[in-house]
Every structure is written in C-alpha cells, then in structure tokens.
C-alpha cells in the first residue's frame, strides 16, 4: 500500500518551480514595460513642463516679439535636448492675455502651450505599431513686466 501512495504522490515533483518561473515571467516581463513606458512618458512631461516654463520666462523679458519668439525658441531647444526630447516635434502655441495683437504688453500675460507624442518603446514597425504614442501637453503663463525688456 505503502509503494502505490509514494508513486501518486512523486508525480508533481519538480513542477512547483516550473509553474512559479512560468507565472513569474508571465507577470514580469508586462510590468517591466509598464515601468519603461511610464518612465518615458514622465520624463517628457518634466521635459515638455520645463520648457514651457523657461520659454514663457524668456519671452516676456524681451523688447521686441521676433526677439521673444526667439529666445523662446532657444529655451525650448535647450531645455528639450536636456530631456532627450526632439524639439522639431513638439508643437508649441503663444497665447497673450489681453490683447493678442500686443504680446508684451505691460502687465500682460503670455502663455506658452506645447504638445508632444511620446513614442512607445520597443513596438516593431508591423502594422505601423513603431507610429504608436501618447500625447503629452504642458503649459506655462508668465506675466509681461511693468517695464518690460529691463534686467
């Protein structure tokens, strides 16, 4: 009696291990991407937000528009490549506050918006699954100086 219940019971041996490496990765391997997909959508979203911020900070200490749009222009720039993020892609809008027409207007206010597609890591280009992304948007107000262009 006693060999029929040894040789039942010796039919799982070794499986337990099999079944925990198998549901291990089975778990694992979604999390991981989870983790790299959120760590590259967080890091444009600081990078989009800096950006923003530094670009509404320079615009509204310049004399003239074209100036402003243009140190505006070089923050992003620098602020983006700080991120890794590519600046000829994200789209970048000025709204001002209360005359449009006259962005530096003393004790105006200017808002940088910019938007970004964050691409999904390691999707293959079947399907154009590689196309794939999240937007993500940042923006910034600044207010225009009582005596705008002064250090």
Do not use: N
Not at 101 to 116: F, N
Request: aromatic content about 4%; glycine content about 6%; overall charge negative.
């Amino acid at each position: 009696m006693s060999t029929s219940t040894e040789l039942r019971d010796t039919g799982d041996l070794g499986s337990a291990s099999l079944e925990f490496l198998t549901v291990g990765l089975l778990l694992l391997v979604p999390t991981v991407y989870l983790v790299v997909t959120f760590s590259a959508v967080q890091t444009a979203a600081l990078g989009l937000e800096g950006a923003a911020r530094q670009a509404a900070r320079v615009f509204v200490r310049e004399h003239a528009v074209s100036d402003a749009e243009a140190a505006a222009a070089r923050a992003i720039k620098a602020t983006a490549s700080d991120y890794d993020l590519d600046a000829a892609t994200i789209q970048v809008t000025v709204r001002c506050d209360p005359d449009p027409a006259d962005c530096l207007q003393p004790h105006g206010a200017v808002t940088i918006g910019m938007t970004a597609t964050v691409a999904l890591p390691f999707l293959p280009p079947v399907l154009g699954l590689d196309s794939a992304g999240i937007a993500v948007s940042a923006s910034a107000t600044e207010q225009v100086p009582r005596f705008v262009g002064l250090p």
